[in-house]
């Protein structure tokens, strides 16, 4: 007696992975959008072009600037810049015998009280200007 071969009767079943939990579509992050801000007016003197630099309100971290009392050498200033006219104090970047300093006017009434900084070089003190202007300096 021949037995014939005996296939393997596998079941060939094709079970595909049914996708589940498919994730749910995101809802589109809605956009923040900013109400259209009513831009606060800025006071008429900063538009005016009659105004000059006005120095930023001071820094909480500033330099402190050594104000000495004016020593009114002779020799010949030249203001390079100064801040607006409408403050009671004025700044004054001066150049004088190739060296830079700032003035600072108090202006109380009719008197005038003036300092001035140390003349240093140039570019040292154009930028402490700068931070005065800025309000890191004083
Ligand atoms: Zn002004």
Known sequence: MITGGARPSGE????????RGAS?????????????KTRARRPAEAESPYHGIHVAPLQ???VKIRWLKDT???????????????????YELCHAGGLMFIRRTIREGDA???????????????????????????
């Open 60 to 62: 909480p971290e500033h």
């Open 72 to 90: 009114r050498r002779c020799d010949h200033v030249r203001v390079r810049r100064h801040t607006c006219d409408c403050k009671s104090t004025i």
């Open 12 to 19: 060939q079943g094709r079970s595909r992975p049914v996708p």
């Open 112 to 138: 005038q009280i003036a300092h001035e900084t140390e003349r240093l070089i140039t570019a040292r003190m154009e930028d402490l200007w700068m931070r005065l202007i800025l309000g890191q300096a004083r």
């Open 24 to 36: 749910a579509p995101r809802s589109a992050s809605a956009k923040v959008r900013g109400s259209a």
